[in-house]
Structure formats: structure tokens, C-alpha cells
């Protein structure tokens, strides 16, 4: 569901005349990063063609994951 309202987003920007790249950062707390087993590569995948997504540990804000 996401994936899908980013996609619109990105072109309702683009409908607008937005030529720039649609980042989205999402924070996940920092104690979950070593427990979860999740392969963020598969997350947004139509939006990833579009724009960039980075995922980012709490409060230290180092980058998990970055699709670009």
C-alpha cells in the first residue's frame, strides 16, 4: 500500500513539474537493527524505480540501507 501511494506521489510531483528525486527515509529503533532479518531491498520495489529509500537506526541515525 505504500509502495503504491509513493508511486502516486512521485507522479503527482512530476505532474506538477518536480524534475528532482523523491527521497524517503524511514527510522527503525536502533535495538532492532542486530534482531531482525528483514531484506530491505525488497521493500518499495516500484517506488525504488522512482526514488530512494534509506533506512536509518534511531536515535545514531547511522544507514541500515540505502537503495541508491
Known sequence: MADISLCRLVERLQGFGHKHRLDVVLDIREEHTQEMSVNFEK?????????????VA???????????
Open 43 to 55: 521493500l518499495l520495489p516500484k517506488f525504488r524505480e522512482r526514488g530512494r529509500v534509506e533506512i
Open 58 to 68: 534511531g536515535m545514531s541515525e547511522s544507514v541500515v540501507y540505502c537503495s541508491n
